[in-house]
DNA sequence: CGTCACATTGATGCCTCTCAAAGCTTGTGG
DNA sequence: CCACAAGCTTTGAGAGGCATCAATGTGACG
């Protein structure tokens, strides 16, 4: 029944302590304020993590994909600063947060490889960051696309990166024009 | 000649690994593209740390005051993503990559210290990416001054903070005029 | 074959950037 | 001690760009 596939390092976690939960689309595994039970592995599906602003905006902090890891950040957390929302029907494998700190205190591989993981997603959170700090629409939306993050829908992106969804487009159509993209269907597009 | 204070985990650090730097205002410690060595503590004075891009802007994406400790997520890069400043005259320590992941593997208490702050800065990092998907200028600014982004001057924080520098003095007039903030100096301010 | 979400383009108004100028604060050197 | 420079602070005016509203096209799926 556990013959799914849990990345590295978490596959060093012993099958018993793992508890899968199944998720409809939309459905969310925690909430902003939820008590942090651990993180979580995504063995089906895709989910997105989502802040939600008092004016009723919300940003996509984090998207997790088939045998991604995520809200590695809520282990020295006391609850979640974000929703997890299954972004397809999927499912997911709660990784107490005892049983991983339990991990990280005997096997230093383990600890070595989940640092790892934090590292490269502050690295990946700072291209971001400069990524938003772009104020040309154009020109971001282009960052984007190089940056691979054109994954889901258009509407999806234009979310991510701060910008209406008919500003990307516009922004997209233009570097069509100056031949800096290519179309390469519907809603994909390439650098040349 | 070490009698210095280099905050935890990095206090469990042998003192013989550690190599003072002396910088300028202005001196960078490491340079984008640069090989990593290690990361760095602060002793005296503060650094930001930036990232180039090719249009000219920069983004500061963070900024570490003395006692602080900065550029943890190169440890399991081979090169610096971004250059270190210093922004005042300062003193820092280099930890080097060896020492640091040396005790990663033998103490996990340091481990699990290392992995709080990178936790939290993850956290940090999320937050500023909501911050700056805040299209208002004024809400914008007011969310920055809430998460006391304001430590030194205010043309620095609208560099942060991705606006122009008169788009932010007129926010702050206009969060006084609303009463939501009370000036409390030459470019100080507290919220109500 | 109808519905739904995504994709695309048009028109309008507001908001922020940019350029500009003037007051303020601090430090430096004569 | 004063004058000057340099950088921060503040306000004004104009232009351009993005958000917003609106409408239509298009592909996917039951």
Chains 1, 2 share one sequence.
Do not use: W
């Not at 018993?16 to 008590?35: A, N, S």
């Amino acid at each position: 029944m556990s013959h799914f596939i849990i990345p590295s390092p978490f596959d060093l976690i012993a099958a018993p302590e793992r508890r899968i939960i199944d998720l409809e689309l939309g459905e969310t595994v925690f909430r902003q304020g939820d008590e942090t039970k651990g993180l979580y592995c995504v063995i089906e599906g895709s989910l997105e993590l989502i802040r939600n602003h008092q004016n009723g905006h919300s940003v996509v902090i984090y998207k997790a994909g088939q045998g991604e890891t995520f809200a590695e950040a809520s282990l020295y957390s006391d609850f979640y600063h974000c929703d997890a929302r299954a972004t397809e029907p999927s499912k997911v494998v709660l990784l107490s947060k005892n049983s991983v700190l339990a991990a990280i205190r005997t096997d230093y591989a383990f600890a070595e490889k989940l640092m790892k993981r934090l590292g490269s997603q502050i690295q990946g959170y700072r291209r971001r960051l400069e990524l938003l700090t772009i104020n040309d629409a154009t020109e971001r939306t282009f960052a984007a696309i190089t940056d691979q993050m054109l994954t889901g829908s258009i509407m999806q992106l234009s979310r991510e990166i701060g910008l209406s969804h008919e500003a990307v487009y516009r922004s997209l159509a233009e570097l069509v024009r100056q031949k800096r993209l290519v179309k390469t269907g519907r809603g994909r597009y390439d650098v040349t």
